[in-house]
């Protein structure tokens, strides 16, 4: 997290603990309550984790010296498909920025070049999704009534970059552009305000990834 990088460059940068708000192993499901049986509909941790981000936007908004009105949430892996939900269910975040984020996160599930598939990913993190999501969805990425796209194009208008790197195979980088090229359509006339970078290297967020997003918010007036 290169807090020096981000504040030279103009920028103010907040932080909380993810696990703070909900631990990330499957058994912690129990800790939702007696049962650990949930509701097929029922929040998974991302969902909570995206709920805390809200309550941290809550606390900046108090913020004199933040401008309040240009803020991003920015995560990586797991927490760039929270950034993404951030996004959809809280439009104070303008610029939404979503890195490595892969499987059920920006990449289109029907586009998938040797990456992980929906049956690997709610197996693997059972806690991270609605239970439904494995019982209707597993084994049925390239069958699916709708895709990732349509959870990127509830961004617009608002700023959104998606990043990749080159030897991420398993978030598959082609489809994680595929899926931002496939809502640039709710952008209408102003597609310019979705971004798309890829760096050498794997999974991980680096300085050259900051500095990307950084210069696209730049681009973008801020």
């Not at 192993?25 to 097929?40: F, T």
């Not at 269910?89 to 998938?112: I, K, M, P, Q, W």
């Not at 197996?123 to 049925?140: D, I, S």
């Amino acid at each position: 997290w290169p807090v020096n990088v981000i504040l030279e460059a103009g920028f103010a940068t907040v932080a909380f603990d993810y696990q703070d708000a909900f631990p990330d192993r499957a058994k912690s499901v129990a800790d939702w309550g007696a049962s650990s049986v949930r509701p097929g509909n029922s929040w998974g941790a991302i969902s909570t984790w995206a709920l805390a981000a809200s309550r941290v936007m809550d606390w900046v908004e108090t913020v004199g010296e933040i401008d309040s009105g240009k803020v991003a949430v920015v995560g990586h892996s797991r927490l760039g498909k929270t950034a993404l939900w951030v996004g959809a269910t809280d439009e104070r975040f303008t610029y939404v920025v979503a890195n490595d984020s892969g499987c059920l996160g920006a990449r289109a599930s029907s586009f998938n070049l040797n990456g992980e598939t929906i049956e690997q990913i709610t197996r693997a993190f059972p806690h991270w999704f609605a239970p439904n999501c494995a019982v209707r969805f597993a084994g049925k990425d390239k069958e699916l009534p709708f895709d990732q796209h349509w959870l990127i194009a509830t961004l617009a208008p608002r700023l959104v970059a998606v990043g990749s790197a080159e030897d991420d195979h398993w978030a598959c980088p082609s489809g994680e552009h595929a899926g931002l090229d496939l809502a640039r359509p709710a952008w209408g006339k102003g597609q310019d305000r979705c971004h798309y970078h890829i760096r050498p290297g794997g999974h991980d967020i680096t300085p050259v990834d900051w500095q990307d997003y950084m210069s696209f918010a730049r681009k973008c007036g801020w």
